[in-house]
């Protein structure tokens, strides 16, 4: 059972446009929402992330939305770069989470076409 | 870097052989994980310490075992392996609850 799904799986954006990445959380006890992004060959390293007293949370080009009572949050990626073509997943943990244990989404492959 | 080693990068075994996977840390941070990459599935987590000795089964936990008998270094074993288990494993680390999880670059592993 996934706890977090995203979309899209796969995401192909021109050069200066807008990459927006969908996720969708099940459980309510989610409290904090990280955005992850893998080169090849690489680890995971933490892009941007978000907790839900706010909705919305914006570093330079990356931008979460956040929806408590939708249950869904995304990423905006605003004048998309070809270096910002990654693997990008979403992830939650709940509070009081003694491990801070991240349930992730299965990933987006992003490429951004010169 | 997050002062993660993982070792070894890449390994090829055979169904049915043991194989153990090292991760190394020099931040002296208290939680280790280890997780496994496929595609679709984005990260599992597999086990994790919360301090020397201390271990606990995530969402993946079958036929695997870990060991943490110092802070610096996790082991994950597989006790027998099976082609189930073709991954990529990372390793991660963080340093107390809430505070951001670090990577390591990835352990490639198949088994034929």
């Known amino acids: 059972q996934q706890q977090v799904k995203q979309s899209p799986q796969s995401l192909i954006v021109q050069k200066g446009g807008i990459s927006i990445i969908n996720c969708a959380y099940e459980n309510t006890a989610f409290d904090y929402f990280p955005w992850y992004q893998q080169f090849p060959g690489k680890g995971p390293a933490l892009l941007i992330a978000i907790r839900p007293d706010v909705s919305e949370k914006k570093e330079g080009r990356f931008t979460i939305s956040f929806n408590k009572s939708a249950k869904q949050f995304s990423l905006h990626i605003m004048d998309s770069q070809p270096g910002d073509s990654a693997t990008y997943f979403c992830?939650?943990?709940?509070?009081?989470?003694?491990?801070?244990?991240?349930?992730f989404g299965g990933g987006t492959r992003l490429m951004v076409k010169p | 870097d997050a002062g993660i080693t993982q070792s070894p990068r890449h390994k090829v075994t055979e169904t049915g052989t043991p194989v153990t996977l090292r991760c190394h840390q020099t931040?002296?941070?208290?939680?280790m994980y280890w997780y496994r990459q496929d595609p679709g599935h984005g990260l599992r987590l597999i086990h994790y310490s919360y301090g020397v000795k201390d271990t606990d089964k995530g969402e993946v936990s079958d036929g695997y075992s870990v060991s943490r008998s110092k802070t610096e270094d996790f082991l994950l074993t597989l006790e027998s392996a099976t082609s189930s288990q073709t991954s990529v494993y990372f390793c991660?680390?963080?340093?107390?609850?809430?505070?951001?999880?670090?990577f390591g670059e990835g352990s490639w592993l198949t088994v034929v």
């Open positions: 991660a680390i963080s340093g107390y609850s809430g505070n951001t999880i670090y």
């Open positions: 931040e002296n941070h208290r939680y």
């Open positions: 992830a939650a943990s709940p509070e009081n989470n003694a491990g801070n244990m991240l349930t």
